[in-house]
Nanobody, 116 residues
Framework: QVQLVESGGGLVQPGGSLRLSCAASGSSSSINAMGWYRQAPGKQRELVARISTGGTTTYADSVKGRFTISRDNAKNTMYLQMNSLKPEDTAVYYC??????????WGQGTQVTVSS
């Protein structure tokens, strides 16, 4: 079992920045890739960014150049630095961990609201 806890969400003005964190506990040594997803009201959950154990990253086109995903394997923590935020970035952001056995675990989500 892997437990994931997100933090760092909040209300920010357009053009502002936030950094999300996702702390993993439990069988965290079994985690391979991790990722950030988001879900806006009335929309499907979508991939924002993903990072492999070795650090290879993937980004949604909508966030390329503005968001940066990273992970500290020693701290079992993943981050999402979000810059130049736009109102359309407003959503609940979730972290996901994929294990070596193919299991997937999700955090409870953290709300990000971009509004003036």
């Amino acid at each position: 079992q892997v437990q994931l806890v997100e933090s760092g969400g909040g209300l920010v003005q357009p053009g502002g920045s936030l950094r999300l964190s996702c702390a993993a506990s439990g069988s965290s040594s079994s985690i391979n890739a991790m990722g950030w997803y988001r879900q806006a009201p009335g929309k499907q959950r979508e991939l924002v960014a993903r990072i492999s154990t070795g650090g290879t990253t993937t980004y949604a086109d909508s966030v390329k150049g503005r968001f940066t995903i990273s992970r500290d394997n020693a701290k079992n923590t993943m981050y999402l630095q979000m810059n130049s935020l736009k109102p359309e970035d407003t959503a609940v952001y979730y972290c996901k961990a994929e294990t070596s056995r193919g299991w997937e675990y999700w955090g409870q989500g953290t709300q990000v609201t971009v509004s003036s």
